[in-house]
């Protein structure tokens, strides 16, 4: 049997989680001298309360070895097999640490680490697929292969609603900051080859600018997997989200629209009013 362990920055539900029989293992977020697992310890509310207060960015970290042996080690001792996913090895590096857990528990040869190269739900996509195919019985090798064919189609992107947490975060400068504020300015962030990037910045008012990022994957959209969608965001208002949701249900195209809310690692960076449609390409 093959058992789906993922790193917290997978952004899937509770519910989720439990219908795919997936395993979560924690990043940790640090505000000042406190760490704190991410999605068990803390929440996103409480961590824009402290940055706010703070007037910084909290500090994330890695998922620990001691955490990942923990998840592991059951697995193993069942005698199943493992594919682990991770966020981005360049932007953490929770990958290396599944290896090495794995190195010290001996069991190197009934582990697969899959680098999503990607964040969010852009990894719970490739998640949710390989839970399929454990399901169906397919081997450890077959699933981490066909993992490795599927990441390059997965669509990543969302839209910020302030850039004051990407400048926290050294991602932004204050000129762009503060430019961007009095701009009214929503940057388009896209991930390409594991990495971040703006793409295109939109004017005006939050939800108008969210319904016109999804309309601008229209397209894209039409042309996507059908099985599955994601709307992941950071605290949107309710009918922000529901107005993507009712944008993506006059499409006819997706068997399956899925709303989840971004953990702490991802909200920690992005601050709340952060909006994403993630989907796989065919």
Same mark, same amino acid.
Not at 221 to 227: E, I, T
């Given at each position: 049997?093959?058992?789906?362990?993922?790193?917290?920055?997978?952004?899937?539900? =509770?519910?989720?989680?439990?219908?795919? +029989?997936?395993?979560?293992?924690?990043?940790?977020?640090?505000?000042?001298?406190?760490?704190?697992?991410?999605?068990?310890?803390?929440?996103?509310?409480?961590?824009?309360?402290?940055?706010?207060?703070?007037?910084?960015?909290?500090?994330?970290?890695?998922?620990?070895?001691? +955490?990942?042996?923990?998840?592991?080690?059951?697995?193993?001792?069942?005698?199943?097999?493992?594919?682990?996913?991770?966020?981005?090895?360049?932007?953490?590096?929770?990958?290396?640490?599944?290896?090495?857990?794995?190195?010290?528990?001996?069991?190197?040869?009934?582990?697969?680490?899959?680098?999503? %190269?990607?964040?969010?739900?852009?990894?719970?996509?490739?998640?949710?697929?390989?839970?399929?195919? %454990?399901?169906?019985?397919?081997?450890?090798?077959?699933?981490?292969?066909?993992?490795?064919?599927?990441?390059?189609?997965?669509? %990543?992107?969302?839209?910020? +609603?302030?850039?004051?947490?990407?400048?926290?975060?050294?991602?932004?400068?204050?000129?762009?900051?503060?430019?961007?504020?009095?701009?009214?300015?929503?940057?388009?962030?896209?991930?390409? =080859?594991?990495?971040?990037?703006?793409?295109?910045?939109?004017?005006?008012?939050?939800?108008?600018?969210?319904?016109?990022?999804?309309? +601008?994957?229209?397209?894209?959209?039409?042309? %996507?997997?059908?099985?599955?969608?994601?709307?992941?965001?950071?605290?949107?208002?309710?009918?922000?989200?529901?107005?993507?949701?009712?944008?993506?249900?006059?499409?006819?195209?997706? =068997?399956?629209?899925?709303?989840?809310?971004?953990?702490?690692?991802?909200?920690?960076?992005?601050?709340?009013?952060?909006?994403?449609?993630?989907?796989?390409?065919?």
């Amino acid at each position: 049997m093959v058992k789906i362990l993922a790193d917290s920055t997978c952004d899937l539900s =509770d519910e989720l989680l439990k219908k795919y +029989d997936v395993t979560l293992v924690p990043l940790h977020i640090l505000l000042g001298e406190k760490e704190y697992r991410d999605r068990i310890e803390i929440t996103p509310a409480e961590i824009y309360r402290w940055s706010d207060s703070n007037k910084t960015t909290p500090k994330t970290s890695a998922v620990s070895l001691e +955490d990942a042996m923990a998840a592991m080690k059951p697995v193993a001792d069942a005698g199943d097999e493992m594919v682990i996913f991770t966020i981005s090895a360049q932007m953490s590096t929770t990958a290396n640490v599944f290896r090495m857990a794995a190195e010290e528990l001996s069991i190197t040869e009934k582990v697969s680490v899959v680098d999503s %190269a990607n964040l969010s739900t852009g990894i719970g996509l490739l998640v949710i697929e390989a839970a399929r195919m %454990a399901r169906d019985g397919k081997s450890r090798e077959e699933i981490a292969r066909q993992m490795e064919t599927l990441k390059p189609c997965v669509r %990543a992107s969302f839209v910020v +609603d302030t850039l004051v947490y990407l400048h926290r975060g050294g991602r932004c400068s204050s000129v762009a900051a503060l430019m961007g504020g009095i701009l009214k300015l929503h940057p388009r962030i896209v991930v390409k =080859d594991g990495a971040m990037e703006a793409e295109k910045k939109y004017r005006g008012r939050l939800e108008a600018v969210i319904l016109e990022y999804a309309r +601008d994957m229209e397209q894209d959209l039409l042309r %996507a997997k059908k099985d599955r969608v994601f709307i992941t965001h950071s605290g949107c208002p309710k009918e922000i989200v529901d107005a993507v949701y009712a944008y993506l249900e006059g499409l006819h195209h997706f =068997d399956e629209i899925l709303v989840t809310n971004a953990g702490g690692v991802i909200s920690s960076h992005c601050g709340p009013g952060t909006l994403g449609v993630l989907f796989l390409t065919v």
